[in-house]
């Protein structure tokens, strides 16, 4: 058989060591989405110990998202620049540092210094693991079944954190939240050298960096979250959060225009320009707010309300976890090939939006089983039928030299969708539970009736959530267009001509920008 027949199949080029590479790519992408929220629930544990003041200590979580945030498009163009095994690598053991400096934190600024590290190398990480998944996996039913667990976990491993955050801060204490990741990110580091394909990219074959692009792009990524960060203390009518908020948005423009001039682009504008990955990113995007809106209130109401512990509000959420983990690796994976992609992200959308609906019938004597639960399940089945073909969208038909960038852009639309998410669905749940009191201001005071405005401002953040979800439904229903060939529901083909695994990572490092941008998913 020839090579060209052979890397039509599929099979004759596939890397053997692949499934061992797909688990040191699972265990990076858990531990970036584990520490965003595994703090959380160690915040007041380390607000106490390191005499952090009210007013700083929402510093510990946006130390990281700010970071992780601003800089994930350059992180992404660092890969394909100087190959993702190399950035993989250094990011992993960079993580590792940062989270020791974060665990042996003597006081705030070094705990906020660290968490911003973490950030930073969580932003090369992130959008590496995902263009070395693209690249590692060529066959339609192996890249189907590696993008349904990077889903599950990309769905499911934000409230893992949650669980571990509890057990590790009830039984041992909370600098283990940040410990804990640096044996298993030096492990990981140490497994990737070896299982990992070399995709070195000479210096003679590089292009060059494109730096106006990432100031524009990193400084307008970073303005943006902080400003959706700031509104959760300031509230959205500040002048720090408007002007940041605006700030970001004219940096974002200028980055477009310069952008379409470069011949190096940070972010080649085809890459969201195309309907499939552009409606994909908004999708993800838009069900983050969705999500992460569930976590922050649903963590309140049991542990506030309901007055569940740390590890049993964990546990709580796992049922969510192993609904993600079915919904994206037991059908989302088997369908990916056989249906049109907006045909799951759609319906999957429609279910999330479905969980809220359910809570937005919350009380304050609501028991878990009947309430929590079904949402929980409901919102799983949902978001798994969402991330996976969504990320699989993010890199189909992407020059192998432009999949970091591809990456990069949905790890944005899935970290600025949750930044904004939290600090809109929070400022909306307190400004409801204000007015609410407002109105009873004789018996405001009363602990059951402060109860009873604070479900009222969840449940009022919760029809808003509803209402996200099912635009991002629509949006998904009306742009995404891609159909899988007629040969990948059998597994006969090497999957789409153009796709990302066509190539070895770094083997598309000279295309011209024209030969790149013609390399689109087949739609119809």
């Known amino acids: ?62 130390a990281y998202t700010l970071a992780f945030g601003g800089l994930l498009l350059l992180g992404g163009r660092l890969g394909d620049l100087f190959g993702r095994k190399r950035v993989f690598t250094v990011g992993l053991l960079g993580f590792a540092l940062a989270s020791a400096i974060g665990g042996a934190a003597s006081g705030p600024t070094m705990l906020f210094a660290a968490r911003a590290l973490q950030g930073a190398f969580g932003a090369l990480l992130a ?84 730096l106006p692009g990432a100031v524009l792009g990193c400084g307008g990524l970073l303005a943006i979250v902080f400003g959706t960060s700031q509104a959760v203390t300031r509230g959205w009518g500040d002048w720090l959060v408007l002007g940041s908020l605006g700030l970001g948005v004219l940096l974002l423009a200028v980055f477009v225009l310069v952008e ?27 069900a983050m707010i969705g999500m992460f809106g569930l976590f922050l209130f649903l963590t309140y109401y049991l542990q ?44 999957g959308l429609l279910l999330a939006a479905a969980g809220m609906a359910w809570l937005t019938q919350m009380k304050v004597d609501s028991p878990w089983a009947g309430m929590v639960l079904p949402a929980e399940l409901l919102l799983g089945f949902g978001m798994g039928l969402i991330f996976m073909p969504s ?44 007015s609410w009191l407002a109105a009873r201001v004789t018996s405001a005071g009363d602990p059951a009736v402060q109860a009873q405005g604070a479900v009222h401002g969840y449940v009022v953040a919760t029809w808003v ?13 009306v742009m995404i267009d891609h159909r899988p060939d007629p040969g990948e529901a059998t597994g006969a083909t090497g999957g789409a001509p153009g796709t990302a695994a066509e190539a070895p990572a770094g083997a598309g490092a000279q295309l011209p920008q024209s030969q790149s941008s013609a390399r689109q998913p087949r739609a119809t």
């Not at 990076?28 to 915040?43: G, H, P, R, S």
Request: contains cysteine; glycine residues 10%; proline residues 4%.
């Open 304 to 347: 506030v309300i309901k007055h569940f512990s740390p590890v049993m509000s964990g546990v709580s959420f796992l049922p969510m976890t192993a609904a993600i983990v079915i919904s994206s690796t037991g059908f989302a994976a088997r369908l990916m090939t056989r249906v049109p992609s907006r045909n799951l992200i759609g319906p």
């Open 260 to 286: 379409r001039r470069t011949p190096h682009a940070l972010l080649p504008l085809h890459i969201v320009a195309e309907r499939n990955r552009g409606g994909g990113a908004l999708s993800v995007g838009l």
């Open 391 to 434: 990320m699989s969208l993010a890199t189909l038909g992407v020059a192998p030299n432009e999949a970091g960038a591809a990456s990069a852009t949905i790890n944005s639309a899935q970290q600025v969708g949750g930044s904004f998410g939290t600090a809109l669905l929070n400022t909306i749940a307190a400004s409801a539970t204000a």
């Open 465 to 477: 959530a509803m209402g996200i979800l099912l635009l991002a439904a629509l949006i998904a229903f």
């Open 127 to 210: 959008p590496s693991a995902l263009g070395l998944l693209s690249t590692t996996f060529s066959d339609p039913k192996e890249r189907s079944t590696a993008f349904g667990i990077f889903g599950a976990i990309a769905g499911g491993g934000a409230a893992i954190g949650l669980l571990l955050g509890g057990v590790l801060t009830e039984y041992l204490n909370w600098r283990w939240c940040l410990f804990v990741n640096t044996p298993i990110a030096v492990g990981t580091a140490f497994a990737a050298f070896s299982v990992l394909t070399r995709d070195h990219i000479g210096k003679g074959t590089r292009i060059r960096l494109d």
């Open 1 to 62: 058989m020839s090579s060209h027949a052979q890397a039509a199949t599929g099979h004759g080029t596939a890397d053997p060591r692949r499934w061992w590479a797909l688990a040191v790519i699972a265990i990076a992408q858990l531990m970036i989405v584990l520490d965003i929220t595994i703090v959380n629930i160690a915040l007041p544990s380390a607000q106490k110990d390191l005499g952090i003041s009210d007013a700083d200590r929402q510093w510990v979580i946006t």
